[in-house]
């Protein structure tokens, strides 16, 4: 009933005169963003057409944008939500530089976003929100819509909201509730335009309001409302359809970076076989962890939300005392918070995990943007000589793979170790290929039980003192952050012993080299021009160069995972280049770093947006390196 008063919204001339199918355009990839008041479910539209695409075997990557201000102001510029996807036939190496087509839910969201829009584009507004009022809060003197600023991109006006407010008119939802269908309503549009079915997506509503019977049915009507509409209208001269691509064969799923940090974690633990403990306090873009661990707990996971960050961190050097896996999680502002804490895990040797999912800073900062701004803190920043092994994933799927490595380090170490992520590896998507569990090494993890000659702190061949669970008969010993005797763990004073701990324990980081593979260079093993990266840059930095290869340069990518210690072959390899270039989202952390231990002079280009880098911005640096100039 609801779909036949859509129906009538539609123009029957239209409609009839339509008889002949809608041409569909073959793509090899596609780059959308949905954008809108952080109220407005972009964030479930886009990732419900993640899922769309991933269920067709597409390689995809997205890019979800979120305000900083919990609750802005509807219709504000600084209240914008959004999400971004690229999908291809193709490997997909970032989100995309520019969109081909946007979604925008109202005019702040046509404002922020437009100048990213690739000209000629397709903007698809809902002309429902584009009131004198809304016009107003986004800074409009008048509407884009009608004053010709449009020019130069193809323009599709749909009244989303009174359209979804027809669909539902027999529901028995509140206006309020019925507004908040029509993220539903621009998906529907959006997977009849791309030629993707709509019941997976049916099902996915089913199951995300199973508790809510009625947000579902009215959810669902309202998806299937923009698809109707969407196939019925000619507005839309042509359909589009991204061509088939060839995945390696295996099982996959679409998985975030905090998704895939929470299931290496429990995979850490399996393959252990011991329990792990989770100890943190909820801070924006890290909370997920959290969150996806609670509802692990019948992989003998324990979750403990405390009540703030030093109390996490304290929390689980407790855990791991008493002989769990012991991980705390955070971004910037609480790394901070637990740097002493981080220090006492250093003293008593003890092996805890602490995940960094990087923000824009300092202080509050830019808690939803991007940044690679902490690794100076992570490698520097504690009181005393206090190493820190480093390790940063690079893509959403890798960080399940950096948090197994994470524990494997911590355990035969008997250390602490930093995990780096950022907010948009973290709340980013990709597709990951669900690994065979017999094909992961086992992780070798066992407690000290014999007393004879047991001294606390002696040490094995990788420096590493025994774990001994509290209560082992006839291994009582002291912990605590006063320095300990070499052997015993006794508290000691004595000038020598602390120099002689100092060092020993800066060792043992340093001798994790041993365990650090052979780097794997992307292109030429010598020539012009090597990129190195770590984190999140992976991506635009493969794509970039790939464009340059194609051109004939000599340009090749190292991404380091690894970032204290260092690979022990990195000094070879930046040696055989005549050119160093370190893209990074700070002013310039790891050329410094690059710098100052091998005397390179490795360029730095920085970005400190909260954007992640476009291909194009690191493709132009390396032409211009290359050849002295910009190519367009």
């Not at 309202?222 to 509409?229: K, N, T, V």
């Not at 910037?332 to 002493?340: D, F, I, N, Q, Y």
């Not at 092994?389 to 490595?405: G, L, N, Q, T």
């Not at 010993?477 to 320095?483: D, K």
Request: include cysteine.
């Amino acid at each position: 009933m609801q779909i036949t008063a859509l129906a009538g919204a539609i123009s029957t001339t239209q409609a009839m005169n339509r008889t002949l199918p809608r041409p569909v355009e073959v793509l090899d990839s596609v780059v959308i963003r949905f954008a809108g008041d952080s109220g407005d479910g972009m964030q479930l539209a886009g990732s419900g057409f993640s899922i769309a695409v991933a269920k067709a075997g597409h390689d995809f990557a997205t890019y979800p944008d979120y305000p900083s201000e919990i609750r802005a102001p509807t219709g504000t510029l600084f209240g914008v939500s959004g999400y971004q996807i690229q999908y291809a036939s193709r490997q997909v190496f970032t989100s995309g530089d520019s969109p081909d087509v946007l979604v925008a839910m109202n005019p702040a969201a046509l404002k922020t976003n437009l100048p990213d829009l690739k000209r000629g584009g397709l903007i698809i507004v809902n002309v429902g929100a584009f009131g004198d009022a809304n016009l107003k809060k986004a800074g409009y003197q008048n509407n884009p819509l009608e004053d010709g600023s449009l020019d130069g991109y193809r323009q599709a006006n749909i009244d989303i909201s009174s359209l979804t407010a027809k669909v539902l008119a027999d529901s028995r939802l509140s206006k309020k509730d019925v507004g908040r269908c029509k993220n539903y309503f621009a998906l529907g549009l959006m997977l009849c335009l791309y030629g993707r079915p709509i019941e997976p997506e049916v099902d996915e509503i089913s199951d995300r309001f199973a508790a809510q019977p009625e947000f579902a049915s009215a959810n669902i009507l309202a998806l299937r409302g923009g698809y109707a509409y969407a196939d019925a209208t000619e507005l839309f001269a042509a359909s589009y359809q991204v061509r088939e691509s060839a995945a390696q064969p295996g099982k996959y799923r679409s998985i975030t970076g905090n998704q895939a940090t929470a299931l290496g974690f429990v995979t850490a633990s399996e393959l252990a076989g011991m329990p792990l403990f989770l100890g943190s306090y909820p801070i924006t873009p890290a909370t997920d962890i959290m969150h996806d661990l609670a509802a692990l707990k019948h992989f003998n996971v324990t979750t403990f939300q405390a009540e703030d960050e030093i109390a996490g961190i304290c929390s689980t050097i407790g855990a791991v005392y008493g002989g769990a896996l012991g991980v705390t999680t955070t971004s910037g502002p609480g790394m901070a918070l637990k740097t002493e804490a981080l220090g006492l895990a250093v003293m008593l040797e003890l092996p805890i995990v602490v995940v960094n999912v990087q923000r824009g800073g300092p202080s509050t900062g830019l808690p939803t943007k991007i940044e690679q701004s902490d690794l100076m803190q992570a490698i520097y920043g504690r009181n005393g000589e206090c190493p820190v092994p480093v390790i940063a994933a690079r893509s959403p799927a890798d960080c399940f793979d950096c948090a197994i490595e994470a524990i494997r380090i911590a355990v035969k170490y008997m250390t602490p170790v930093i995990l780096l992520s950022d907010g948009g590896i973290g709340n980013a998507a990709e597709p990951w290929l669900i690994p065979n569990v017999e094909d992961i090494p086992r992780l070798q993890v066992s407690y000290r039980t014999n007393p004879e000659n047991f001294q606390a702190y002696a040490r094995n061949e990788h420096l590493s003192r025994a774990w001994v669970v509290p209560g082992t008969p006839g291994m009582e010993h002291r912990i605590g952050g006063l320095e300990k005797d070499f052997l015993t763990g006794n508290i000691s004073h004595d000038p020598q012993n602390h120099q002689r701990m100092v060092e020993v324990r800066a060792a043992k980081v340093a001798g994790i080299v041993k365990d650090i593979p052979p780097s794997k260079v992307a292109g030429p093993v010598c020539g012009d021009l090597l990129v190195v990266g770590w984190g999140s840059t992976d991506g635009a930095i493969a794509q970039a160069r790939e464009k340059a290869a194609a051109l004939g340069l000599s340009v090749a990518h190292l991404q380091l995972r690894h970032l204290n210690p260092l690979p022990p072959d990195l000094a070879d390899i930046l040696g055989r280049y005549r050119t160093i270039l370190v893209p990074e989202l700070n002013l310039g952390q790891l050329s410094h770093l690059l710098r100052d231990l091998y005397l390179v002079d490795a360029l730095s280009l920085s970005k400190v947006q909260g954007k992640p880098f476009k291909v194009s911005e690191i493709y132009e640096r390396i032409l211009e390196l290359c050849h002295g100039e910009v190519s367009e």
